[in-house]
């Protein structure tokens, strides 16, 4: 059972234009841990997407119309009350998706940063005016809310990743419909009571828990009244959403799948980079978009490197994610378990050696043992998939030009990670490593006043820091003959 101040944030009604709605159709929601079932929620259908669409139309324009200040004053509400009910969030988004309850209560104060941020930029959405190209002309440029945007969101963080995509999108203007994971609706919920309670107007922000994600997208993609999809999640639908949207030109921000690396140079401080490794790499039991998929170590320093971190690997507790000192929570799922059992099978087949865990734990489920591979190569499946679980590869490499050639050769382009003491190789590699965020001597980047994103197959858009609201804008031209 959830011991919760306030037992009504446990929800399981749907959020739909301003009202909560119990459907007869509903679907379990278990923790991961231990298969408890936490709540039978309510199961929408692409028709109450539809409903909530109109809906949030309508909101929409009288929305648009408050100053930044009203707004922001909102969601300012907002965020004074998620911090309030930290606690009670925490426990909710730990019960449902496994998290260690430290880490649900960090990511619970990171998504609330970004209502905070937000709620201030909402009072800076600029204009500009341009020195008219002839005499008689004015420029004005004026930016306005892209209108109904659509939330597809994951189970890894089931709080930040809808706060970082309706900041921004209400502060701008905009109105949200919100399909969370089918794993983690809870969270959603709870955010949207909330929302509710700070005084977001009926209809301006929907939830709607869903087991067919593939019927909510389609109407996301072919609902005119939608004018955008904000999705984080799998680079594969990703492309789906894409190709659903060519019809429309429908707007999009996509956080995708990456395949971070993080390489350590000999001239590294090398607890530093243990530290930053096992940050980047376990933390959420490895299931973050920018989590370290691949650990790169110079010669000179591999075997010191892999000694360490092992220890330090080794020394990670598994366990329930509410019980005292866990720093591994169960995986989210039976298959998420398969693909990290595939990636070891793998490597080991063609030469790399488990020195640290490498087997699924005695506490059964979705438990997995932190592990440490060596030895590992370019060949194998780790290499280039996203293993989203707790597996540290550690491959070798001589010189800084081979480094960075493997290190860009995946598809992918979200985080990476190097250490180094050497200013100019910090400068070089800074340059080179193609993705959209390099975290130079730390394992930890994330933050609401920095711009979030990746190039290449891994998304579109940035969210978080000033830029961030730029994907919930339009610009408008105005030319003015006097
Ligand atoms: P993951 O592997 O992390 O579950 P997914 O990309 O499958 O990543 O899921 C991310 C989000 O996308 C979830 O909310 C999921 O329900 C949703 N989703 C999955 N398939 C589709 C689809 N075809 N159209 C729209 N959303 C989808």
Not at 64 to 71: H, I, L, N, Q
Not at 93 to 108: C, R
Not at 187 to 200: D, N, R, V, W
Not at 402 to 420: H, M
Request: glycine letters at 8%.
């Amino acid at each position: 059972m959830l011991h919760l101040s306030r037992a009504d944030l446990l929800i399981n009604d749907a959020f739909i234009a301003g009202e909560w709605i119990s459907l007869s159709n509903r679907f379990a929601i278990k923790n991961p841990s231990t298969g408890e079932v936490l709540a039978e929620v309510a199961d929408c259908s692409r028709q109450h997407a539809r409903h909530a669409i109109d809906a949030a139309a309508v909101a929409q324009k009288e929305w648009a119309a408050r100053t930044g200040k009203e707004r922001a004053e909102i969601l300012r509400r907002w965020f004074d009350l998620l911090i309030v009910h930290a606690d009670d969030l925490a426990a909710i988004l730990t019960a449902e998706m496994g998290k260690p309850l430290p880490e649900a209560k960090g990511e619970v104060l990171y998504g609330a940063n970004f209502i905070e941020w937000f709620a201030e930029e909402a009072k800076r959405v600029y204009g500009e005016t341009i020195p008219g190209h002839q005499r008689d002309k004015r420029i004005m440029v004026i930016r306005q809310p892209v209108g109904v945007v659509g939330a597809i969101t994951p189970w890894n963080f089931p709080n930040a990743m809808i706060t970082r995509k309706a900041a921004p999108a209400l502060a701008a203007g905009c109105a949200m419909v919100v399909k969370p994971a089918a794993e983690t609706p809870l969270s959603a919920l709870a955010l949207a009571k909330l929302g509710q309670e700070a005084g977001l107007p009926s209809g301006l922000f929907s939830v709607l828990p869903a087991t067919d994600s593939a019927g909510i997208g389609l109407e996301f993609s072919e609902n005119p009244k939608m004018r955008k999809i904000s999705f984080t999640g799998s680079t594969n639908v990703g492309r789906i959403l894409m190709r659903q949207g060519a019809d429309q030109i429908k707007k999009l921000s996509l956080e995708l799948g990456g395949n971070a690396p993080f390489i350590v140079f000999d001239d590294a401080d090398l607890d530093a980079a243990v530290e930053g490794a096992i940050l980047s790499k376990f933390r959420n039991a490895g299931q973050t978009c920018v989590c370290t998929n691949r650990i790169y170590v110079q010669d000179a320093i591999y075997e010191t490197f892999i000694e360490r971190l092992a220890a330090a690997v080794d020394a990670l507790p598994v366990g329930d994610g509410f019980a005292e000192g866990t720093a591994i929570g169960p995986l989210i799922s039976d298959t998420a378990l398969d693909k990290v059992c595939h990636h070891i099978s793998d490597a080991e087949s063609k030469g790399a050696k488990a020195i640290v865990g490498g087997d699924r734990h005695a506490l059964g489920g979705t438990f997995f043992q932190p592990t440490v591979l060596r030895d590992v190569t370019a060949d194998m499946v780790v290499a280039r998939e996203e293993t989203f679980g707790p597996l540290a590869p550690v491959f070798r490499f001589s010189t800084e030009e081979e480094v960075l050639t493997a290190a860009n050769d995946t598809e992918f382009g979200l985080a990476s990670y190097f250490y180094s003491r050497d200013l100019s190789r910090i400068w070089r590699m800074m340059e080179r490593l193609e993705y959209g965020m390099v975290g130079v001597n730390t394992g930890l980047i994330s933050t609401e006043v920095a711009p979030f994103g990746g190039i290449k197959q891994s998304g579109l858009g940035r969210e978080g820091s000033r830029h961030g609201i730029e994907d919930y804008v339009e610009l408008k031209y105005c030319c003015l003959s006097v």
